[in-house]
């Protein structure tokens, strides 16, 4: 079994912080990760392997730094990697970013015919969600988005089961291999990278393509010139011009004379909102 | 580079969050053969004979741009058989729709990303909408993507705001997490794709003497055209019961509360309110709660009438998913937690002792007025 995980690297978005006078994103300090959803992906891939065998390649197109999140997933298990890198790629939106995968994937099944593309969900920059569905459009592959669990695999006649999460409850759907896959967050606990492959990620040579390595066939199709939507504005969400009307409380009594005038202020300036919640009470 | 919607981004903060549509490399012009691209759609997504409510509140923010635009909105529906497509078409005018589209095949009977992506797409390369508007739903998404791919068009995910600028959409989103809003334009491809979160947008009213025309068409595919099969669909049983993104009233726990045992006295001041219960990521990731009650950017967007947060700091990923709630109200041991830059009202205060002297003055209150009601 081939598989191929594709994953980015993205900012630690929880430690993100935006510059307060320039609006701008301050990454100075902000670590680099697997985008977690995509770690999700990962894992469901080793898991397949180690039940049949064959080989999981990591995908990722991104700058030359994105090399350390490539070895980070070979030491949790990956067989090797690919970056795409290219300043050809640069300002690539989801459009972009799909089609310059698609075609390393492709050069990739030259190599040994792929059965499964995983990714994560969506990525914690974007969060678009995507480019998993591009890519499978793009292949004309099965996709199977917000996928919860692989119930089954059959290599022999080709098909795939699996439960994927739907508005209002689980879909279990089966199709042919191969197929793309994102993954639902939550699905599984990340392995811990043994001591042998810690020492591989270190070793094993991470490839890295250019838009030719990577077969590039219509250039006019990737980075900004392949991106239809245009970024036309940047900005920090408005601050409520007014701050919270505080009360600051010490010792019990105060406690419950701010508690009584909190609800007597709710109650006073929203009135229907008192009726509403004494009828859904009663009812 | 490579990294979608970043570098454009980085960019244009660079240079101020100034306009920057039309850098070199690109076309910005919208090509003659697109010119004749006109109105806007939105997609009307149903499940076991309910319309998702984001599908009308998609058809309030649609009426708005056609009216800015001059043109007209049209719902499309997608169904098999069993689903009563018609009375759908007839309740998207009362919304606002001024026609529909509608399509009806036994392979279109429970969404299948497959024959959706092509009954779509069809659609849009037959009838030719400029801006074609879906929910940013587990369906919208998976749907959305793939049309948008098919067609080599632009896609905005997930987007808080619409407008039109000039004459091109203008669609506004959280990205970073939340950490910042960006305004995203598709000037030389058609349709103008975006998905919008639920909750996001108000109910539009209705219109009970609107009505408009059906236009219908046919998929042009059969079951065995078909790879991928639906074996089954299994409800959830907990359906009804979380309910968050529709609560008039949620109360929410943050990290502040310490451990799950005081977590239970957010449930004591929900149930005293017949509300719902909210958490922050921290709190879903320490197993306090359910990761389905997590209130923010990877989580719920809501927007109840009453709103109260306990031990919560306030951080940008938590605030966007909350604070389109009519009252916020903050309980934090620390003045200087950002919340209370956005809530309306703040108790400074250790929430372990605010949270039951709340509740017992909910209680008592209300508990008078259920006695004289009944």
């Not at chain 1, 606990?189 to 490839?207: H, I």
């Not at chain 1, 980075?223 to 036309?232: D, E, M, R, Y």
């Not at chain 2, 005293?272 to 950017?297: M, P």
Request: hydrophobic fraction near 40%.
């Amino acid at each position: 079994m081939h598989i191929v995980v594709c994953i980015k690297q993205v900012p630690d978005s929880a430690q993100i912080r935006v510059h307060p006078v320039t609006n701008t994103i301050m990454r100075q300090g902000v670590p680099a990760i697997v985008n977690p959803y995509d770690l999700f992906a990962l894992e469901e891939a080793l898991r397949l392997k180690d039940k049949f065998g064959g080989r999981v390649t990591m995908l990722c197109m991104g700058p030359p730094q994105a090399e350390d999140a490539l070895r980070k997933c070979i030491s949790f298990g990956a067989t090797d990697a690919v970056l795409v890198t290219d300043r050809a790629f640069a300002g690539a939106d989801t459009l972009a970013t799909s089609y310059a995968l698609t075609s390393a994937i492709r050069k990739i099944s030259q190599e040994q015919a792929v059965d499964l593309v995983f990714t994560g969900k969506q990525t914690i920059d974007g969060d678009t969600a995507q480019v998993g569905p591009g890519i499978a459009k793009r292949l004309g592959w099965n996709l199977l988005t917000y996928v919860s669990k692989i119930n089954a695999v059959d290599l022999d006649g080709r098909t795939i089961t699996v439960e994927r999460r739907a508005e209002g409850g689980v879909q279990r759907l089966k199709t042919t291999l191969p197929s793309l896959i994102t993954m639902l967050e939550g699905t599984n606990e990340m392995r811990f990278a043994t001591m042998d492959d810690m020492l591989r990620a270190a070793r094993v040579p991470v490839r890295k393509w250019n838009k030719d390595d990577a077969g590039i066939e219509d250039i006019t199709k990737i980075g900004l010139k392949g991106s239809p939507t245009i970024v036309s504005k940047v900005f920090a969400p408005k601050a409520r011009s007014a701050r919270a009307e505080m009360q600051e409380v010490g010792d019990g009594a105060s406690v419950n004379d701010a508690c009584l005038n909190l609800l007597q202020k709710i109650f006073t300036t929203h009135p229907t909102l008192e009726e509403e919640t004494v009828d859904r009470l009663s009812a | 580079m490579a990294e979608p919607d970043k570098p454009q981004m980085a960019a244009a903060a660079a240079a101020g969050a100034a306009k920057t549509a039309g850098r070199s490399g690109r076309s910005t012009e919208l090509p003659e053969h697109l010119k004749a691209y006109k109105g806007v759609w939105v997609f009307i997504e149903h499940d076991r004979g309910q319309v998702h409510s984001v599908s009308w509140e998609l058809m309030g923010e649609a009426r708005k741009l056609a009216d800015k635009l001059g043109v007209n909105v049209s719902g499309v529906l997608l169904g098999g058989p069993a689903d009563k497509l018609e009375d759908f078409a007839k309740e998207a005018c009362i919304y606002g729709a001024d026609h529909c589209y509608i399509m009806r095949d036994p392979v279109l009977q429970g969404y299948r990303n497959e024959p959706y992506t092509k009954g779509l797409t069809d659609l849009v390369n037959q009838h030719q909408p400029e801006i074609m508007l879906l929910g940013a739903t587990t369906m919208g998404r998976d749907l959305a993507g793939s049309v948008a791919t098919t067609l080599g068009t632009g896609l905005t995910a997930d987007c808080t705001e619409l407008n039109i600028d000039g004459r091109a959409l203008a669609a506004t989103r959280p990205t970073f997490g939340g950490s910042l809003l960006c305004t995203i334009m598709t000037l030389a491809y058609r349709p103008q794709m975006a998905t919008m979160r639920p909750r996001t947008a108000a109910m539009p009213r209705r219109d009970e003497s609107r009505s408009g025309g059906i236009t219908t068409m046919a998929l042009g595919i059969i079951e065995t055209d078909i790879v991928t099969k639906l074996l089954e669909f299994v409800p959830d049983a907990n359906r009804n019961t979380v309910n968050l993104a529709y609560a008039d009233i949620i109360v929410t726990g943050g990290k502040g509360l310490k451990n799950a045992d005081n977590f239970k006295l957010v449930w004591d001041l929900a149930r005293v309110l017949g509300a719902e219960v909210g958490a922050t990521r921290a709190v879903t990731q320490a197993g306090w709660c359910e990761s389905e009650r997590q209130v923010g950017q990877t989580g719920k967007t809501v927007r109840p009438k009453l709103y109260i947060a306990a031990g919560v700091s306030g951080a940008i990923q938590h605030r966007v998913g909350m604070e389109s709630s009519d009252i916020i109200v903050a309980i934090n041991t620390d003045p200087n937690a950002p919340i209370f830059d956005f809530a309306h009202h703040g108790i400074v205060g250790n929430a372990m002792q605010v949270l039951p002297a709340l509740t017992h003055a909910f209680r008592t209150h209300l508990d008078k007025r259920i006695k004289r009601a009944a």
